[in-house]
C-alpha cells in the first residue's frame, strides 16, 4: 500500500493495524509531509524496527518525472508518469517571490472544449489522492523545499486545479488530495490559496464550496449560449442561466474572495465590444473578477488569439464597468506549458511513432495492426 495520499484517520488505521500508537501517525504524518521522505531509513524518530516493517509493507511512491523542461520565462513543466505507466503533466508558474503549481485531476478529459489542447486527448481515468497530491510533492523536490516553509518565504505557495481533466468529475478524490494539502502539521496550504477551476458542472458546484471551501474559478469564455456552447460543449448540459445561478449560490463568495472568470481571447469569437457588454449584463451582482486570456495556439488549433489592441479595448471596457479584468501575460509557451496546452507529450510522440510504422506496412499488416488495437482499418489516414 501507498500511504501517500491516505487521510490521518487512514494512516492512524494502518498503524494501529501494525500494533503502534496514534502518535506514530502523527510522527509518520511529518514525515511525509512536512520533511518530505522518500524512504522509510530517514524517519530517525521512528525505530529501526518499525522502520523496516512499514519498508516491508508499504510504499512512498511519487509519480515519476519522466521529463522536466524549464521555459525561457522560468516556467517548470513535468511529465508524471504514474504505476500503470499513464501519464499526465503539472506546471509551476512562478512569480517574483512565489508561484503556483498546477496540478492535473485526470488522465486526458472528456470536455472536448474546442479551444483547449488537452480535450484532444481522450479521457483515460480519473487520477488518484496519491497521484494528484505527488504532483505537489514532486515540485517540491525538484525546488528542493523541504521542510515545508512558511507561507513568507516559499516558492510553491499556491495549488490550482487547472492542469488536465475536469476536477468536478473526480470530486472525492480532489476533496481527499484538497484535506492533505491543507493539514497545518504537514504541506500546510491554506485553503485561501488553492483555487479550483471548472468548465461548469453545474451540480457539483455548491458542493465545492461546502465541502472545500476554495477559492473558485470558472472557464466561461463567451457571453452568450449559442457561443458557449459552439467551443464548450458542456454548456449544452448546464447552459449559462444555470451556471450563473450556481455560482450567485457559491459558499464564502463575496467581494473579498471573488470567483475567477477565465475568458480566452479568441479572434472574431468572443472579442468583439459586443461581447464585452454581454459580460457585463451576465455578470452584474456577481463577485468575480476577470483573467483575460490570450489564446495560446497548438498544432491543429482552430482558432487565432485576438489581437492585443483587440485585447485591451476588451479589458477597458469591462474595467469601465467596474470589473476587474486583468490581462494574463502567456507563461510557458515555448514548452507547451501555457493555458489550455497540457497534453501527454509522450502521447503525441507515440501517436507520431505509430503512424510512421503504420505507413511502412502493406495493406495485409496494416489491417491486422489496426484490428490488434481495436481500431477500424487506417487506409485513409
Known amino acids: 500500500m501507498n500511504l501517500i495520499g491516505l487521510t490521518r484517520a487512514e494512516l492512524a488505521t494502518v498503524l494501529a493495524d501494525m500494533g503502534e500508537k496514534p502518535f506514530r501517525a502523527k510522527q509518520l504524518w511529518h514525515w511525509i509531509y512536512f520533511r518530505g521522505a522518500t524512504d522509510f531509513a530517514q524517519m530517525s524518530t521512528l525505530s529501526k524496527d518499525l522502520r523496516a516493517r512499514l519498508a516491508d509493507r508499504h510504499s512512498l511512491e511519487r509519480p515519476a518525472a519522466s521529463r522536466e523542461q524549464t521555459s525561457d520565462d522560468g516556467t517548470r513543466k513535468w511529465l508524471l508518469r504514474f504505476s500503470d505507466n499513464r501519464e499526465a503533466e503539472a506546471v509551476h508558474i512562478p512569480e517574483d517571490d512565489h508561484g503556483a503549481v498546477c496540478v492535473s485531476s485526470q488522465v486526458g478529459c472528456t470536455l472536448t472544449c474546442r ?12 487520477l488518484t489522492p496519491a497521484e494528484i497530491v505527488g504532483q505537489f510533492l514532486v515540485a517540491r523536490d525538484s525546488y528542493g523545499e523541504w521542510p515545508t516553509p512558511t507561507d513568507e518565504t516559499r516558492l510553491l505557495s499556491n495549488v490550482v486545479f487547472m492542469g488536465m ?39 457539483m458546484i455548491e458542493r465545492c464550496g461546502r465541502e472545500m471551501g476554495v477559492n473558485l474559478a470558472v472557464s466561461l469564455h463567451a457571453a452568450t449560449d449559442a457561443v458557449r456552447s459552439e467551443i464548450m460543449p458542456i454548456n449544452k448540459k448546464y447552459p449559462l442561466d444555470a451556471l450563473m445561478a450556481a455560482l450567485r449560490a457559491y459558499p464564502g463568495a463575496s467581494n473579498a474572495r471573488r470567483i475567477t472568470l477565465e475568458y480566452v481571447m479568441l479572434k472574431g469569437v468572443n472579442d468583439s465590444p459586443a461581447d464585452a457588454r454581454a459580460l457585463i449584463e451576465l455578470v452584474r451582482g456577481l463577485p468575480c473578477k476577470f483573467n483575460l486570456i490570450p489564446f495560446n495556439a497548438w498544432p491543429g488549433a482552430p482558432y487565432e488569439s485576438s489581437s492585443m489592441r483587440t485585447i485591451e479595448r476588451f479589458a477597458d471596457l469591462l474595467a469601465d464597468a467596474g470589473l476587474t479584468a486583468p490581462i494574463r501575460l502567456p507563461r510557458g509557451r515555448d514548452i507547451l506549458a501555457a493555458c489550455g496546452q497540457l497534453k501527454s507529450a509522450s502521447e503525441r510522440e507515440r501517436l507520431q511513432g505509430y503512424r510512421a510504422r503504420l505507413a511502412a506496412m502493406t495493406p495485409a499488416e496494416r489491417a491486422a495492426a489496426e484490428a490488434a488495437h481495436g481500431r477500424a482499418p487506417a487506409a485513409a489516414d
Open 115 to 126: 479551444f483547449c489542447h488537452t480535450g484532444t486527448q481522450m479521457l483515460v481515468r480519473n
Open 165 to 203: 481533466g475536469e476536477p468536478l468529475f473526480n470530486f472525492d478524490n480532489v476533496a481527499k488530495a484538497v484535506s492533505i494539502l491543507v493539514d497545518g502539521e504537514g504541506l500546510a496550504l491554506s485553503r485561501r490559496r488553492i483555487t479550483l477551476s471548472t468548465a461548469g458542472v453545474v451540480p
